[in-house]
């Protein structure tokens, strides 16, 4: 062979050479623009709420804590290096609407989890769809014990349910020497809230004297007022949002009913401004720690993030909730990387351990998600606030 052709061949392979390290720089520079874009989307959460209908301000207001949360850590530069968007879609309060809205919301809006659900019903609806689907669900804003009867490894409680809560609340009404003890509850779920109840009253050997179900979106409850007036009960409990118990408040005070009445959490603190001078000795459950304290770094924070997400909100329970719920989120997807998967965030969650919001706590070891048992008891005062 020439030296002539050797050079070529030479000059030949150089150039085959510089050409593939130009190609394999461009698709090294390729796969790092598609990692950046991937790492720049923002990671999407689902959230369906009554946002219109009988619970329209309580799923508002779970809303709001969750934007805070999420609002907050988003000004900080995100989670790993990523913005976190809430998308929502409304229920009207009905169970087949959050189930067609949760299929929307995995299917076609791809959210990595799901929060805040307002409705325990349509929870409950939904929860076989969730289960198969894979996709993590935490913080349904509901004591709802249709959904926590079983361990479901995709489900993530950050407050009481409503077993923790009628145990309170029937162990105080015993020990106040009450005997008579109604009982009102949202009929669109299945048995187990009712059993709740039930069982506290058995825990206390005591039985309930009269007994109702409540639709959450109705507009009259006379029926409903005329069994309970009748039964004479000393007290009224209710596990129900916030309308049904102010019409039937407000028509029994108005029939000359003088006796108690007591609510589940989900009631929502609005309910106070909305039975106006009814409202003076209701007793209320919570599930969450005074929100309007500001001595702790929690709470500071929490108030800082709602003024930035929503200047005009008045901080209540509802908000904290959610604010909870979206602060829990933050650090499971923290620990889960900067690009998770439904299942690493599922398993992050899962292994958690303990979370300390200045002294509430929320716990989650694989087997127990239940989250939090914290239950207080306040009661509105003739100037409207709730004291404890």
Known sequence: ????????????????????????????????????AQNGEPIRIGQSGGFTGGQAEYAADVRLG?????????????VNGRRVQLITADDGGKREAVLANTRKLVEQDRVLALIGYTSGAGTEQALSYISTARVPILSPAT?????????????FHTRAGYADEMA??????????????????????????LKSMQDALAANKLSADGVVG??????DFTPQINTLVAARPDIVIFISNAKPIVRIVSGMRER??????????????????????????????????QPHKNQLRFHREFHAD?????????????????????????EGLRRAGPNPSPERLAL??????????????????????SGSRFVDLGVVAADGTLKF
């Not at 004591?143 to 489900?155: E, L, W």
């Not at 669109?188 to 809230?193: C, L, S």
């Open 1 to 36: 062979m020439s030296a002539a052709c050797d050079r070529q061949r030479q000059r030949g392979a150089a150039l085959s050479s510089q050409a593939w390290r130009l190609a394999r720089a461009a698709l090294l520079l390729l796969a790092a623009g598609t990692v950046q």
């Open 66 to 78: 969750i934007e805070a949360a999420l609002g907050g850590a988003n000004e900080r530069g995100g």
């Open 143 to 155: 004591g709802n014990m249709g959904i926590r009867s079983a361990y479901n490894p995709y489900v």
């Open 168 to 193: 309170k609340i029937v162990g105080h009404v015993a020990w106040l020497g009450y005997k008579r003890v109604a009982l009102a509850y949202l009929d669109d779920v299945g048995p187990a809230n």
């Open 214 to 219: 409540l639709n959450r979106n109705a507009d």
């Open 256 to 289: 000359g009913y003088h006796g108690q009445f007591a609510t589940s959490s989900f009631a929502g603190s609005r309910v106070i401004a909305e039975l106006k001078q009814h409202a003076r000795g209701l007793i209320m459950i919570q599930v969450l720690p």
């Open 306 to 330: 709602l003024r930035r997400s929503a200047p005009n909100a008045k901080a209540n329970y509802t908000m904290l909730e959610g604010y909870v719920a979206g602060r829990t989120l933050i």
């Open 348 to 369: 992050s969650l899962s292994g958690i351990g303990e979370l300390d919001f200045s002294g509430y706590r929320v716990r989650f070891v694989r087997g127990d998600h």
